[in-house]
């Protein structure tokens, strides 16, 4: 059950458009398109911004948005506001063997 | 409103044991599947286990299995995690979480914060 691989990092100023990996293998990110991205302020539980991929819960800003291609998911944030600074977390289905798996995170700096 | 409130987390030391509790309020809870995720301090989501919504189908994480068991009692609008041999590597923040019927985690509770240390 090895993490799907995020960068550590991602940095840019307000206005400005993100977009932060996941990569995994063939036997999760590949073959499901139960992917799904969490924000997580500081001492707060995460919150759901995507899932299968490309939805959206209600509520949440049309400025996030996901995609993937292959093995690697992405989520895009455009026009950056300080509020985005958060950390980031990506999650697939890994099937009945693997189940589930997270992603190793993504801080979000607004500079 | 969807609620999840976790309690149960504490100190206890290595190799004892520990359940966690969480109550569950303003949905149908028979109607969804739950998570327990955790996170150990200054790191990442680590996904530990489920449980279907009838109770009949568990999956845990290699580094819990035999050692931790998730259930529920769907008449108390409960899900519980009962944890034993635990080690220092289980020092974390608890939470569970509604799984949203797509194999995602759509509402979760604020955490319970488990310490394991002698």
């Known amino acids: 059950q090895s993490a799907l691989t995020q960068p550590a990092s991602v940095s840019a100023s307000p206005g400005q458009s993100i977009t932060i990996s996941c990569t995994g293998t063939?036997?999760?990110?590949?073959?499901?398109?139960?992917v799904s991205w969490y924000q997580q302020h500081p001492g707060k539980a995460p919150k759901l911004m995507i899932y299968?991929?490309?939805k959206r819960p209600s509520g949440v800003s049309d400025r996030f948005s996901g995609s993937k291609s292959g093995n690697t998911a992405s989520l895009t944030i455009s026009g950056l506001q300080a509020e985005d600074e958060s950390d980031y977390y990506c999650?697939?289905?890994?099937?009945?063997?693997?189940?589930?798996?997270f992603g190793t995170g993504t801080k979000v700096t607004v500079l | 409103q969807v609620q999840l409130v976790e309690s149960g987390g504490g100190v206890v030391q290595p190799g004892g044991s520990l359940r966690l509790s969480c109550a569950a309020s303003?949905?149908?809870?028979?109607?969804?599947?739950m998570h327990w995720v955790r996170q150990a301090p200054g790191k990442g989501l680590e996904w530990v286990t489920f449980?279907?919504?009838?109770?009949?189908?568990?999956f845990y994480a290699d580094s819990v299995k035999g050692r931790f068991t998730i259930s529920r009692d769907n008449s108390r609008n409960t899900l519980y995690l009962q944890m034993s041999r635990l080690s220092a590597e289980d020092t974390a923040v608890y939470y569970c979480?509604?799984?949203?019927?797509?194999?995602?985690?759509?509402?979760w509770g604020q955490g319970t914060r488990v310490t394991v240390s002698s």
């Open positions: 979480a509604r799984d949203g019927n797509g194999y995602n985690f759509d509402y």
């Open positions: 303003g949905f149908t809870f028979t109607g969804h599947g």
């Open positions: 449980i279907r919504y009838d109770g009949t189908t568990k």
């Open positions: 063939s036997s999760d990110v590949g073959s499901y398109n139960f």
């Open positions: 299968e991929v490309s």
């Open positions: 999650w697939s289905y890994g099937g009945s063997a693997t189940f589930s798996v």
